[in-house]
């Protein structure tokens, strides 16, 4: 199975709003609203900001959103703040009962 | 408070077989429908989903890595474990154990260990 596909960076002074993009197939993302967002800081383990598409875990800020159309996912931050900066992975459930991450896209706070 | 603890050999030798397992405290791993995951990422890299597995036995595995991997749950010792044969240098990685935030579901990690290293070498 393929990865999902996220840009490989997007950046945003403090303030803005960004969004992330990411893009599958009919067998995975737009298949499902099984789609989850993770931060990951260096050195750290992946934290679980965004579940089944939009569904925010508790103790989530609500700076933090997901939608869906189609194929592809979108993470957006609002507000963007210093300590959003960290790499950010996108999963989809897939039409083959596996999981699939996507290739990671790393925020910069400009 | 649900944690999870992997364990295991921080270096395994080429050709041979890769054993960690994940320690389940504050919570009973069979106590509900929630699945249970392994992770890794190798240094420098994104995340690559393993497999998964509920309590009753029932497992799911990546396509590229199935024919090498087994993930296995022992409910008494409330630990569910990966092992991963023929590893190669590719197969070095950080491994984390984790587990969804809802349950019936193998996707949306939220509870994850702080991983482990293991590096492929002689």
């Known amino acids: 199975q393929s990865a999902l596909t996220q840009p490989a960076s997007v950046s945003g002074s403090p303030g803005q709003s960004i969004t992330i993009s990411c893009t599958g197939t009919s067998s995975d993302v737009g298949g499902y609203n099984y789609v989850s967002w993770y931060q990951q800081h260096p050195g750290k383990a992946p934290k679980l900001m965004i579940y089944?598409?939009?569904n925010r875990p508790s103790g989530v800020s609500n700076r933090f959103s997901g939608s869906k159309s189609g194929n592809m996912a979108s993470l957006t931050i609002s507000g963007l703040q210093a300590e959003d900066e960290a790499d950010y992975y996108c999963?989809?459930?897939?039409?083959?009962?596996?999981?699939?991450f996507g290739s990671g896209t790393k925020v910069t706070v400009l | 408070q649900l944690l999870l603890q992997e364990s295991g050999p921080g270096l395994v030798k080429p050709s041979e077989t890769l054993s960690l397992t994940c320690t389940v405290s504050g919570g009973s791993i069979s106590s509900s429908s929630y699945s249970w995951g392994w992770i890794r990422q190798p240094p420098g890299k994104g995340l690559e989903w393993i497999g998964s597995?509920?309590?009753?036995?029932?497992?799911y595995y990546n396509p590229s890595l199935k024919s090498r991997v087994s993930i296995s749950v022992d409910t008494s010792k409330n630990q569910f474990s990966l092992k991963l044969s023929s590893v190669t240098a590719a197969d070095t990685a950080v491994y984390y154990c984790?587990?969804?935030?809802?349950?019936?579901?193998?996707?949306?990690?939220?509870?994850w260990g702080q991983g482990t290293m293991v590096t492929v070498s002689s």
């Open positions: 999963s989809s459930y897939t039409s083959s009962n596996t999981q699939v």
């Open positions: 089944e598409v939009s």
């Open positions: 597995i509920y309590y009753s036995g029932s497992t």
């Open positions: 984790a587990r969804p935030a809802t349950t019936g579901v193998i996707d949306g990690f939220t509870t």
